[in-house]
């Protein structure tokens, strides 16, 4: 099915689906001149791992890199800084500017890939958006979205954000053996301070007790759980013919 629609050249287009977003989508930009660009924004309400594709070439998120997160990264110390503060600031998607660091226009090679090139593109969570440049394109490199199902979970744990990094090794890898999965299927999105602590702080002023300073160092540590990518094939029966071979096989996805 395909969906017509008149956008304006160096503009930012919202789109809402009435129901499900569709597992598929192209996006094309015909007849557009060598400057032309566009920023489509598109709303996500479940869980899914988002893939872009231009043509056949995978793009990845701005802010991922190789499958995880720069700002984890970056706290790892696995990854450079790119503030001034010592942190990680989100890069946004831009018509104009190559590297555009938190709104604002930052010399290239600050950026790891371009904020305003064809497919470029990054996941808004905070808005539930996947923001994408569309530019003009050959006719075989439309912009593709695939959708891959995803577990998000939110999980407290009695630690400071800080303490966190020290055993988030022997966190996953404990939290993958309860799981019966494998490590590399989970990936911790964002660790951050529980609300739990300024409630705390607040008690703190009236009262100084235990359970408030166990509080104050609660831990919020969101993650996915993707699928795994293997899927296993079992033969369930054969039956042979004279000149044709018939197998029934059973695909499970762990």
Known sequence: ??????????????????????QGMRLHLPNAALEDKT????????????????????????????GKNKEQLVRDGRLS?????????????????ICNIGGTAEEAYKCMSPSNTHGSNRFN??????????????????????????????????????DFYTIKDTFLSSLSAVLGIDFSRITIVD????????????????????????QASTTVVNFEVEPSPLIGITTA??????????????VVRS
Do not use: C
Request: glycine residues 6%; neutral net charge.
């Open 191 to 214: 660790v951050v301070a529980g609300n739990a602590r300024r409630r705390s702080q607040l008690r703190n002023l009236l009262s100084s007790n235990s359970r408030s300073l166990l």
């Open 125 to 162: 969570r905070d808005e539930g958006m996947l923001e994408i440049v569309v530019a003009r394109h050959s006719s075989e490199n439309f912009i593709e979205i695939k959708s891959m199902p995803v577990v998000q979970v939110s999980m407290g744990v009695s630690t400071s954000v800080e």
């Open 81 to 97: 800084l790119n503030n001034v503060a010592g942190g990680y600031t989100q890069q946004l998607v831009d018509v104009t500017h």
């Open 237 to 250: 029966t054969t039956t042979v013919l004279e000149d044709v071979g018939y197998i029934t096989v059973v």
């Open 39 to 66: 920023i489509v924004k598109i709303y996500y309400q479940a869980p899914l791992r988002l893939q872009v594709f231009v043509g056949s070439t995978f793009v990845e998120d701005m802010n991922r890199l190789d």
């Open 1 to 22: 099915m395909t969906f017509w629609s008149v956008v304006k050249n160096n503009s930012t287009n919202v789109v809402h689906f009435t129901g499900t977003n569709p």
